[in-house]
């Protein structure tokens, strides 16, 4: 079946403390990337990546890093969590910009 | 000024009605359009794409107006099935790497 899977899909930590939320498609696309959603402020892009090692700044990448070793895999890394970082967390992946399939979404909550 | 705009409802309608929703953009040099549905809780699904031309898709008609800058979601006969929240999306010329999504409009169709 073809799918985006995330891990964790929840997860709750504490302030500092670094975590990865692991992404990955079996679509062999070669464009991935990570959004968060907010109340009332959408999806905004933190980080995107057209192909294996070619990653790019979204939006909102400030306290996020991300790495693309393998064309399946997206990893999105929170060095030193913070409050304002709870929110819910969405990888995507494409051929093409314009139609993204999107992961079940990871809910993080940073205390 | 967000770039892409909606009216975040929540919309109540009867089953069979017709509900429209508009978006508007502020760049005029946008590209391509889209709506996604996303349902509660749930990751967005890409819904249809809207062509300058108007497209329509089994009950649901897409319209472009580019003079005016928006863009507009019509459901006929409204099914339970369809509450969902419906972004709009737009992809600004040159920006080979982002879909833009507004914040959402809410349908609750009632039975």
């Known amino acids: 079946e073809a799918q985006v899977t995330q891990n964790p899909r929840y997860l709750i930590t504490v302030t500092g403390k670094k975590l990865t939320v692991t992404c990955s498609q079996n679509m062999n696309h070669e464009y991935m990337s990570w959004y968060r959603q907010d109340p009332g402020l959408g999806l905004r892009q933190i980080y995107y990546?057209?192909?294996?090692?070619?990653?790019d700044k979204g939006d909102v990448p400030e306290g996020y890093k991300v790495s693309r070793k393998e064309k399946r895999n997206f990893p999105l890394i929170l060095e030193s969590p913070s409050p304002n970082q709870t929110s819910l967390y969405f990888c995507a992946s494409s051929f093409s910009v314009n139609e993204q399939f999107f992961g079940p979404g990871t809910r993080l909550t940073v205390l | 000024r967000k770039e892409v705009e909606q009216d975040p409802g929540p919309f109540n309608v009867p089953e069979g009605a017709t509900v429209a929703f508009n978006c508007t953009y502020s760049?005029?040099?946008?590209?391509?359009f889209f709506w996604y549905r996303q349902d509660c809780r749930k990751e967005p699904k890409l819904l249809m794409s809207v062509y300058s031309s108007g497209n329509e898709d089994g009950r649901f008609t897409a319209q472009l107006n580019r003079a005016s800058q928006y863009i507009s979601l019509l459901i006929r006969d409204s099914k339970l099935s369809d509450s969902a929240t419906y972004l709009c999306?737009?992809?600004?010329?040159?920006?080979?790497?982002?879909?833009?999504f507004g914040s959402g409009t809410q349908l609750t169709v009632l039975p």
């Open positions: 990546s057209m192909n294996v090692e070619v990653t």
């Open positions: 760049n005029s040099a946008s590209q391509s």
């Open positions: 999306v737009v992809r600004f010329r040159g920006s080979a790497r982002q879909l833009t």
